[in-house]
């Protein structure tokens, strides 16, 4: 059976579902399921951000012999079409496991993957743009070859997407303070290359870009200090300007979760481990505007951060709390809302937990009815540090919307 065929698409679900508190919450519901001998590929950084339309877009590629060609299936919910699309290479090299897959607009996608010769060689990263709409594909190969981790610095890869064309970010892996930007239109012709377009004084982790009217005002990239004890975040700029914003104290213990809201002329970090959250709003220029620490009485899993245009923010948080004895544990959710003088202005109560017993990944949003809406990833996907995942793999996503009456006055968490 084709791959088309097995790909099980359960489409959208719109509809209201009444919580017990008797509130009706607005649920986008959508599902894929691929066959276990296949790999599912979905960017869970890029799955419901403004910029790309709120599009869910994947790639599932099932096991085949051969080394220098992956017949592969990609797909969008937006447009909810699913084309074949073939990754080739010369019969000399081998075409790397791991992929990235981001949203062009909401017709089209944007696939990149590498090759390389033999074990050791350098990878070479390469670009297929799909549209959705006739299932034509443009290729371009990038002026640049990776050492290896190749999927590392893939994975921690960013984009900024304009009507026609887009930018892609990557970190020079053979100069990890190099980050480097090429400007690539829909036809997959490479515009312009910048080699590095600019260079850190730490080393990078990853970069974020900082958009203004669709352009890239500055960057925001993590650090790890010496000895790997802190987490930095970083605000720079290409003309060697650096200001450190937030620094993780030793303190917090565990997996590092972290997110970042650059909406409303306003930066926003929220970093954390355990059960506490050090949250940081600054100005463009990287003027402290808030800083502020939250503590919860469960372990945290991920965290999601909205900047608000009065000022303040919205956190939504997830995790596991556990008995006395550890021997029971429940589902935790919980979404607040801060104001600018860092005082809880209230919190939604009675949140449906999220079904999902895999990797969580939230991302807050505001409609045009000025809802505050959370947007929730539950993936078993091929990750760039998972290894081989193993069961069936899926990306399930659900879409939960909030109102102001919705969050009730509590100082509690």
């Given amino acids: 059976m084709s791959t088309l065929r097995r790909l099980l698409f359960f489409g959208i679900l719109c509809f209201g579902l009444r919580f017990a508190n008797g509130r009706v919450g607005k649920i986008v519901h959508e599902r894929y399921v691929e066959a276990v001998d296949s790999n599912l590929y979905v960017n869970i950084n890029a799955f419901w951000s403004k910029d790309n339309l709120q599009n869910l877009t994947y790639v599932a590629c099932p096991g085949s012999d051969s080394k220098f060609q992956r017949n592969c299936t990609v797909g969008s919910r937006a447009v909810s079409l699913a084309c074949p699309v073939t990754l080739n290479t010369d019969q000399s090299r081998i075409i790397e496991d791991y992929l990235e897959v981001f949203p062009f607009g909401p017709t089209r996608a944007i696939i990149f993957w590498g090759d390389y010769y033999g074990r050791g060689q350098r990878t070479h990263v390469k670009c297929t743009i799909v549209d959705l709409m006739t299932c034509q ?71 974020y870009p900082i958009v203004i009217d669709q352009e890239i005002k500055s960057y925001l990239y ?16 290409c003309n060697g300007t650096e200001k450190l914003l937030q620094q993780v104290n030793p303190n917090f213990f565990g997996p590092l979760i972290e997110d970042i809201s650059t909406t409303h002329n306003t930066i926003g970090i929220a970093t954390g481990s355990d059960s506490s959250i050090l949250v940081g709003q600054f100005d463009l220029d990287g003027n402290s505007k808030l800083n502020m620490t939250l503590d919860f009485d469960f372990d945290l899993g991920s965290v999601s951060m909205l900047n608000l245009a009065a000022g303040g923010f919205v956190l939504t948080v997830e995790g596991t709390k556990y008995d006395a004895d550890y021997r029971y544990k429940s589902k935790q959710l919980k979404m607040l809302k801060i104001s600018a003088d860092k005082k809880i202005i209230g919190s939604v109560k009675w949140m449906e937990q999220i079904s999902c017993d895999n990797k969580i990944t939230m991302q807050l949003f505001e409609n045009e009815a000025k809802e505050h809406c959370l947007a929730a990833l539950c993936t078993n ?33």
């Fill in 222 to 237: 993590t650090s790890s200090s010496r000895g790997l004890i802190f987490r930095q975040w970083i605000l720079a700029k």
């Fill in 137 to 207: 594909s443009n290729y371009l190969e990038f002026p640049m070859a990776s050492k290896l981790p190749y999927d590392f610095i893939l994975a921690k890869s960013n984009y900024v997407i304009r009507d026609n064309s887009f930018e892609f970010m990557i970190t020079d892996n053979s100069h990890s303070n190099n980050l480097n930007k090429y400007l690539i239109d829909a036809n997959g012709t490479l515009i312009s290359k910048l080699n590095p377009w600019c260079i850190t004084r730490r080393m990078m982790n990853a970069a």
């Fill in 381 to 413: 996907v091929r990750r760039f540090n998972t290894g081989w995942t193993a069961g069936k793999q899926f990306a399930e996503l659900e879409v939960r919307c909030y109102t102001d009456s919705d969050f009730t006055a509590d100082d509690t968490l």
